[in-house]
């Protein structure tokens, strides 16, 4: 329930911090500071860095759109936040083996507890003393997952919609 709510809160902040990021009077008004020399000039140096660093966030998430345009790229956005902590909460989940499948050095030098239905519960094992179990239990742990695996393809996928949103031809130009 905590990662679900800390979850929710991330989600909520990183759509403020892209509905600020496409606000028009704000780019504005940064962009007036900015253009202002003498203004600029007198700023201290990181506050200098830090202007031209929002500028800089403001023209690749879309200020320059028209509403919709903001809005919809808010969304994509919404969507690529979404998938990044999917992503991220699938590398904390345990890999389920069957005993037959689990490798014999995991069960020799290691204690393996097992789910009721009688699978392996096998986590990545990286302050353990024998450096085979560190390498299998790594291996196995961090095996190709066809779930993760369509959660990058839409993330990319996600990421190239929001780009050619911008109007960039790619997500590398971005």
């Known amino acids: 329930q905590f ?7 991330s ?5 403020l911090t892209e509905e600020l990021n496409v606000n028009q009077t704000l780019h504005s008004y940064l962009a007036a500071v900015i253009d202002s ?5 007198a700023m201290p140096e990181q506050a200098q ?13 879309g200020v320059h759109l028209n509403e919709e345009g903001r809005q919809q790229c808010v969304a994509i956005d919404q969507q690529l936040q979404v998938l990044k902590l999917q992503i991220l909460s699938t590398f904390h989940e345990p890999v389920l083996l069957r005993p037959r499948a689990l490798p014999q050095v995991l069960g020799v030098y ?18 353990h003393y024998h450096p085979k179990v560190r390498r299998k239990s790594y291996d196995v742990y961090y095996q190709h997952s066809a779930k993760r695996a369509s959660l ?22 971005r």
């Open 3 to 9: 990662r679900e709510e800390a979850s929710r809160c």
């Open 11 to 15: 989600l909520q902040l990183l759509r």
């Open 37 to 41: 020399e003498d203004e600029f000039r």
């Open 49 to 61: 860095r830090t202007a031209q660093l929002l500028m800089n966030d403001f023209e690749i998430s």
């Open 110 to 127: 290691s204690s393996i507890p097992t789910t009721a239905e009688g699978n392996c519960i096998i986590v990545y094992q990286s302050d």
């Open 152 to 173: 990058v393809y839409n993330l990319l996928t996600c990421r190239n919609a929001l780009a050619t949103a911008i109007g960039y031809s790619c997500f590398a130009e």
